[in-house]
């Protein structure tokens, strides 16, 4: 997994090659199926995840923003199940302004 680091600077080599009018139709498509892949791994992940986040608002007849809600507000507990669903449930906002990004 390449660090935080090395993908800005990298960035900031692609950029500058854009402002100064040397980039090339290959960097642009490369770009282009880079942004594709992620857009289509975050689409698969938020649907798997909103079909677990499904399963836990029938079982608890709940939404799952109502459930955050309540369950960082202390009114629920810390059954395993709430832990589970609210980590799901954060994974799936985090997907969720990922796809925003990537637009």
């Not at 680091?5 to 402002?19: H, N």
């Not at 995840?49 to 810390?78: I, K, V």
């Not at 980590?87 to 985090?94: G, R």
Request: charged content about 25%; glycine content about 4%; overall charge negative.
């Amino acid at each position: 997994m390449a660090t935080k680091d090395r993908i800005r600077e990298q960035l900031t080599i692609l950029t500058a090659l854009c402002e100064s009018g040397n980039s090339s139709e290959i960097l642009e498509r490369s770009l282009d199926k880079i942004i594709a892949h992620e857009l289509a791994v975050s689409q698969q992940q938020a649907t798997e995840l909103a079909e677990d986040l499904q399963q836990f608002e029938a079982q608890h007849q709940m939404s799952s923003s109502d459930f955050a809600r309540r369950f960082q507000a202390g009114e629920l507990g810390d059954d395993v199940d709430f832990v589970e669903w609210n980590a799901f449930y954060k994974m799936w906002c985090s997907v969720q302004k990922r796809l925003k990004i990537l637009g």
